[in-house]
């Protein structure tokens, strides 16, 4: 077991100004907290974290970063609170701790391989702390040289694990020591009997093979002294793992993956590549079909490279890559583009930038051993515009920072987002704007037939909510404004002793359209009902001009009187429906409100929208949902029809008095009806031409003053 004291001496190893009582501290702490435990092994609890805090010992980590290692476990497996670590190590060391504990927390049972990607990068976004990864990694290599304590099943599903999500992860970090050791561990629990093969026939020839190399070497570097070309010769053996993926991809047999041991030979410049080239095939025959030119054509995540199959000197087969030394730094840090390149979209710049800059970081700690500069940079965002959420059943699924559970809906399907009433976001009802986190798990409440609703605009961030609901609403405006067009084109055609009916099922109607540059009727019908063409310019095209009964400007002034809708843009009806260009409106006859009213508009089927008093009746009757703000933008010189009652006692001249004094304050009377009572009393209606509320106000209080008038008032019918 390692001793706390090795960590120490290993640590001073490196940076002899190592905050070294932090460490004695966590020590201690992680000692008390961890007592009585014991792990599968049999060993003490404590032996784990110490591995862990070696671990990362040995990759030159800083004192907070052991320290933190020392305590990884106490939040999640002790007694020990938040608080506590606060107050004992200060909220850095806090930090990470429970960034590691958060780590822990999430299980991936259920996980599918192809969810591999988006669980390795939820991983990374939830830790905006380097280090909080590197004892992960740590922590999970020392389980992994543990596992065999645990049950079959289990050492198989953390081993799948391993592969599947920590390895690839240590590779991106450019820490391959590690990703060999994870994949070499993990394979000798899933596939035993495949493991102890592959290792028998290495060690077989252990060293006869080692000698092999080294010959191989020395004719190498012997021929290229010859000829003057400075250059370095490497020679690797794959590891078990590695050779096994190439036996199962090639469907080969053991003795036929001939590049178990590896050459490379890097070089100065290009040109200085192909010569090598060029003396290696002069001295070994080369396998033509072997041949891979990476260099003039270089793979998608930038690797380049020469690959030369050859019969080496003892007639069997080498593998030799010949490289230059900016060719072989970029295959050691071209993961960062791997990545981008696994995900079969376009190269992302911004994170292959980010991978080779930690990569960067990794491999210059062992070089710098500055633990200063290494702290500046490890407090990573590796994806700041991603959140990554749970489904209910643990899949993952990546939104737009800011997302919403309305974003989340539509992105499992459209109709989801469309019915999305409500959301549960671990457990708990939260509103639709609920900003999502990394980690949540997300649950969406659906309402057969519910409709998306406008405000959702305001708050949605991803590209697809918002086109789908955009889409939704368009589709919506045309129905209302193809039915309307309908309407008004019927009421046209029949004014002309036409029948629309039948002639827009001809071809004729078909080919207007074309003329007015619609590719289908129905647009053309939408655009009459926008109010963009009027149902006039369409029935010109069946009539000749000179049968027209009325002038196109009688035709207008009609239409609006019949049907009380103008287009809202040019702003006739003086109404505005916020956030809606092209909707056309019209008023409740019910209530007819004039400017200064409170009015409130109602979406209504085909009819585009109708403004009633907030307080009308029928407005109370209708269904809230299809309610929408609208407000009063009146133009100059309009008038609203206004209704009273004015109730006086019969006397000659009274309703030529009242009509004057309604004139006197220029409003005109649109129409006018009088009863007389039995009890001697008139009760006369009028309808009124009004500019606004004020306006009505003045009449009013004036008529109030004509003698024998006993009150006035409005009438709403
Ligand atoms: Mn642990």
Not at 319 to 329: A, G, P
Request: proline share 3%; charged share 30%.
């Amino acid at each position: 077991m390692i001793r706390i004291t090795d960590i120490v001496d290993r640590v001073l190893e490196y940076n002899a100004d190592s905050d070294i009582d932090i460490i004695d501290r966590a020590y201690i702490f992680s000692a008390r907290v961890h007592e009585g435990q014991v792990r599968l092994s049999g060993e003490p609890y404590l032996s784990h974290p110490l591995e862990v805090a070696y671990i990362l010992a040995d990759m030159n980590l800083d004192a907070v970063s052991i320290s933190a290692a020392l305590l990884h476990d106490v939040i999640e497996d002790t007694h020990a609170t938040n608080e506590e670590v606060q107050q004992l190590f200060g909220d850095e060391i806090l930090h990470i701790v429970s960034g590691v504990t958060k780590l822990s927390s999430l299980t991936f049972e259920n996980a599918q391989a192809r969810q591999a990607e988006s669980i390795r990068k939820m991983l990374l976004a939830m830790a905006d702390d380097l280090r909080v990864i590197l004892i992960k990694l740590a922590d999970r290599l020392h389980n992994m040289r543990t596992l065999q304590f645990h049950k079959e099943a289990k050492r198989r599903a953390i081993a799948r694990e391993t592969l599947d999500i920590y390895a690839p992860l240590a590779a991106r970090l450019g820490i391959y020591w590690m990703k060999r050791e994870l994949e070499d561990t993990a394979f000798r629990h899933i596939l035993p009997t495949e493991y102890a093969e592959i290792e028998d026939r290495l060690a077989k020839d252990k060293k006869e093979r080692e000698a092999y190399v080294e010959s191989v070497k020395k004719i190498i570097r012997e021929k290229m002294a010859e000829n003057e070309l400075e250059c370095e010769v490497l020679g690797r053996y794959k590891y078990a793992y590695s050779i096994y993926q190439k036996m199962k991809s090639q469907e080969l047999a053991f003795e036929d993956v001939y590049d178990i041991i590896a050459f490379r030979i890097i070089v100065k410049t290009v040109p200085k590549c192909y010569e090598a080239l060029g003396f290696i095939h002069s001295m070994w025959k080369p396998i033509d079909i072997k041949f891979k030119d990476y260099i003039a054509r270089p793979k998608p995540n930038m690797y380049q490279s020469l690959h030369t199959t050859v019969i080496g000197p003892a007639g069997e087969r080498i593998e030799i890559q010949i490289r230059t030394w900016e060719m072989d730094r970029v295959a050691k840090s071209g993961v960062a583009a791997h990545w981008s390149y696994k995900e079969g979209q376009s190269v992302d710049e911004d994170a292959s930038h980010k991978f080779a800059w930690i990569q960067n970081l990794i491999e210059n700690q062992e070089i710098t051993k500055d633990p200063d500069e290494f702290l500046e940079n490890v407090r990573i965002d590796l994806f700041p515009d991603e959140v990554y959420v749970f489904t209910p059943n643990g899949e993952i699924k990546t939104l737009t920072k800011g997302s919403t559970p309305v974003d989340f809906a539509y992105l499992i399907h459209t109709e989801v987002g469309h019915q999305c009433t409500g959301a549960k976001v671990n457990g708990r009802m939260v509103p639709l704007r609920y900003e999502l986190q990394t980690g949540d798990v997300v649950e969406i409440v659906t309402t057969k037939n519910h409709q998306p609703s406008k405000d959702w605009l305001k708050f949605v961030q991803t590209v697809k909510a918002r086109s789908r609901i955009r889409q939704w609403i368009k589709t919506q405006e045309k129905d209302r404004s193809v039915s309307l067009g309908r309407e008004m084109l019927e009421k046209a055609f029949r004014k002309h002793k036409l029948d629309y009916n039948i002639l827009s099922k001809t071809d004729e109607m078909e080919k207007l359209a074309g003329v007015f540059g619609f590719k289908r009727v129905d647009d053309l019908i939408a655009n009459v009902g926008y109010g963009k063409i009027t149902p006039l310019q369409v029935v010109r095209k069946f009539v000749p001009p000179t049968q027209e009964p009325e002038s196109q400007e009688d035709e207008q002034s009609i239409l609006h009187k019949i049907m009380g809708r103008v287009r809202n843009k040019k702003s006739k009806t003086g109404v505005l429906v916020r956030g809606l260009d092209d909707i056309l409106v019209r008023f409740g006859k019910c209530c007819q409100p004039v400017p200064g009213d409170p009015i409130i508009g109602y979406i209504t089927q085909g009819y585009g929208v109708t403004v009633h008093r907030t307080n009308c009746v029928n407005a109370l009757k209708m269904n809230p949902e299809r309610g929408i703000d609208v407000e009063w933008n009146q133009g100059p010189d309009q008038t609203y029809p206004a209704k009273i009652r004015v109730n006086s006692t019969d006397r000659v001249g009274l309703l030529a008095d009242v009509a004057a004094s309604i004139s006197k304050f220029n409003a005109n009377i649109v129409s006018a009806n009088t009863t007389t009572r039995e009890n001697h009393t008139v009760d006369s209606m009028f309808t009124l031409a009004v500019e606004d509320i004020n306006h009505l106000d003045k009449v009013v209080s004036a008529l109030k003053k004509v003698k024998g008038v006993l009150g006035v008032k409005r009438i709403y019918n």
